[in-house]
């Protein structure tokens, strides 16, 4: 996707760990549609390395900044801003579910 730049590595135990760089300003919550509630259906645990990255969920939305840990449970869509680079922990069987929607809708819109 343009504005974003991932590496995904699964890890034994059940957990994928991202390094995620974004590029480019961008709210995904139209790709995440087909999902329950048309959210992100897994936990994520991070850490925001430089930059800041944002969670809208029904509750209202959180931005993480710079130096800043998170833990983000299922039910949410993120807000990319660009030059932020994090490191992200998700449970691997819930984050390829809802991957499997996300590219079939980016797919369908590009």
């Known amino acids: 996707m343009e504005g ?21 300003d961008a709210d995904l919550a139209e790709f995440f549609k087909g999902l329950p509630d048309d959210q992100c259906q897994a936990a994520h645990w991070g850490y925001v390395l430089t930059g800041k990255v944002t969670f809208k969920t029904a509750a ?3 931005t993480f900044e710079t130096g800043d840990a998170y833990y983000v449970p299922p039910g949410h869509t993120p807000v990319l801003y660009a030059g932020t ?10 984050l390829q579910q809802t991957l499997d929607v ?9």
């Open 60 to 62: 209202g939305e959180e």
């Open 85 to 94: 680079e994090v490191i992200e922990f998700s449970p691997t069987e819930q």
């Open 102 to 110: 996300v590219t079939k809708n980016m797919e369908t819109a590009g």
């Open 4 to 24: 974003y730049e991932g590496h995904l590595e699964r890890l034994e135990g059940g957990y994928t760990v991202a390094f995620e760089k974004y590029t480019a």
